[in-house]
Nanobody, 116 residues
């Protein structure tokens, strides 16, 4: 199972950016998918996840600015990020919790840099 990320890059504060993640190589089911991020010197932290039910969960720091969606019947998720701030700078990792195993799967990460 491979989680392939796309998007990311360098933006200025206040701008927007979209990240996408797709599962490749096999048909695979997930309990939930989403994104985590890690900045230098910090632990990996939750950004947003979406369950099979469609229920979403966001970190307080991104609520109202980020929006996570999932393509129907596809293991593809999109993270729309707006109003980006310096503190959003991090490596963003796609995440999937497999069904029925409950195992966690991770992408290789994509860099998001917010700088003026």
């Amino acid at each position: 199972v491979q989680l392939e990320e796309s998007g990311g890059g360098l933006v200025q504060p206040g701008e927007s950016l979209n990240l996408s993640c797709a599962v490749s190589g096999t048909v695979f089911l997930f309990n939930s998918m989403g994104w985590y991020r890690q900045s230098p010197g910090n632990q990996r932290e939750l950004v947003a996840t979406i369950a099979k039910s469609g229920e979403t969960n966001y970190a307080d720091s991104v609520k109202g600015r980020f929006s996570l969606s999932q393509e129907a019947r596809k293991n593809v998720v999109h993270l729309q990020m707006s109003g980006l701030r310096f503190e959003d700078t991090a490596i963003y990792y796609c995440y999937g919790n497999g069904w029925p195993s409950g195992n966690d799967y991770w992408g290789q990460g994509t860099q998001v840099t917010v700088s003026s």
